[in-house]
């Protein structure tokens, strides 16, 4: 194991941000003080103008392995995220086959494990018969469980009303849903093609896939989530209205409750707009849809009122020739976690929230919503899971760079401030700010539950 010492960096963690020298011996963070000397046999980096941060928690990711390895793998997906500051990952299980009970997940485990870069946890799966599976899901084994209470990719949707009652009721870990009605957007699929044809727009797909059906399903997730006192996390939230039946509290209260309900946004949706259809196309075709300028200045503003717990990606890759096909054929999803972190860096630049706001919601807030161990802070002791930002390093997005291997990005031509200067996966540096080195380490997550 290599023993690192950082030194002269902008440490930001639980808040705050100051300067700080960090030790790493034997994978984990070994001491955190103003001024640390070297030790014999020590690598010393100087960080000086550089913020230190935990490493990144992507609590919503579809790397593709099991069944679609065309799309991204374990090997891919987090080599991008590590390209990214991003060192622990939560993978989707919508997956061939999907992932619907204890032995599905077991085997992703495995095949995680010796060729991520990242360190890796994968959510249970539910479908409308495999209730007896998840009644026996042992909570230290996942994250929680997905439910599609809208259908996308993979087709996982649960909509027997008496099958979700029994999962709110039952569940033993915290739900995470996936809200959109689908019977609504059926009858707006219908309708566009009706009077399309063939050649429905892209910019019809946020009226397909609406707002209304995102409100339907989510007050459903709500409801069940309050009459049975479930922990709900509701994933991608898209709009202004769904925003406002959050409560605006800190994740955590004072005397160390967590809320029952949280919400999570991605990054595109504080990126991208409507008005981005025209230039993108299907790339940002994804579901739930990017929506108005609007819902984007709302989600924005609900990152710096906590009334959104948790940033994620849903990085989604499909291949470019899936995209080029016609609206209705090319599948939703877009990948992200290669860009994430200079993404949302430029939303603190461009002053919708603070630094430290930033890393609650993609460092700490991903720990404690899913009780990961030893992760997600910069405290001794921990795992030495680490991201060096160089806030003015720049960052040109262009194709040679992507990593994913879909081989694009919908960020390609944009330049963000930040750059990721290097990234430590368990004490190991993984990214030197350039190029991936060493071998893969990412590590089965723990949940301490
Ligand atoms: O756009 C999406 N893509 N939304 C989802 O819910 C699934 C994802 C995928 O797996 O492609």
Request: aromatic letters at 6%; charged letters at 25%; proline letters at 6%.
């Amino acid at each position: 194991m290599t023993d690192t010492l950082i030194v002269n960096a902008e440490l930001v963690n639980e808040g705050r941000s100051f300067h700080a020298d960090l030790r790493i011996r034997d994978g984990r963070i070994d001491a955190i003080a103003p001024s640390l000397s070297a030790r014999d046999g020590e690598t010393v980096v100087d960080a000086a103008g550089k913020w230190l941060l935990p490493g990144v928690i992507d609590a919503q990711v579809h790397f593709r392995e099991p069944g679609m390895e065309y799309k991204g793998g374990f090997d891919t997906e987090p080599a991008a995220a590590v390209a990214g500051g991003v060192t622990s990952f939560l993978d989707m299980p919508n997956t061939k086959p999907p992932t619907l009970d204890g032995a599905a997940l077991e085997a992703k485990y495995a095949l995680a494990a010796g060729r991520s870069r990242a360190n890796f946890g994968f959510y249970h799966g539910a479908s409308n018969d495999n209730l007896d599976a998840i009644a026996r899901i042992d909570p230290t084994t996942t994250p929680g469980l997905k439910i599609f209470m809208g259908a996308s990719t993979g087709n996982m949707l649960v909509d027997d009303p008496k099958v979700l009652e029994a999962m709110f009721a039952r569940c033993p870990t915290p739900i995470i849903t996936h809200c959109e009605d689908t019977p609504m957007i059926e009858a707006a699929l219908a309708a566009a093609r009706a009077k399309y044809g063939d050649n429905i727009p892209i910019d019809q797909h946020p009226k397909i896939r609406s707002r209304e059906a995102c409100m339907a399903s989510t007050r459903l997730a709500l409801g069940l989530a309050r009459r049975h006192g479930t922990s709900l996390h509701v994933l991608h939230i898209t709009t202004a209205e769904e925003i406002a039946l959050f409560d605006a509290a800190p994740l955590i209260d004072a005397h160390g409750k967590r809320k029952q309900i949280t919400a999570e946004t991605c990054v595109h949706f504080l990126h991208f707009a409507r008005a981005d259809y025209g230039r993108l196309g299907n790339l940002i075709k994804c579901n739930p849809a990017v929506k108005e300028a609007s819902d984007r200045a709302a989600l924005l503003r609900a990152i710096a009122e906590d009334r959104v717990d948790v940033l994620a990606t849903d990085h989604a890759p499909h291949t470019w020739e899936e995209k080029q096909q016609p609206y209705a054929s090319a599948p939703s999803g877009l990948p992200l976690v290669q860009d994430f972190l200079v993404c949302a860096l430029q939303k603190v630049a461009d002053g919708h929230f603070s630094l430290p706001q930033l890393v609650q919601k993609i460092c700490h807030a991903p720990a404690q919503r899913f009780d990961i161990a030893e992760r997600g802070f910069l405290r001794e002791g921990h795992c030495a899971d680490l991201t060096l930002v160089d806030p003015k390093g720049g960052t040109l997005v262009t194709r040679e760079r992507v990593l994913a291997k879909c081989g694009w990005t919908p960020f390609e031509g944009e330049r963000f401030d930040a750059r990721v200067a290097a990234t430590w996966v368990n004490g190991e540096l993984a990214w030197d700010g350039e190029r991936l080195v060493g071998v893969p380490n990412g590590q089965r997550l723990r949940y301490a539950r």
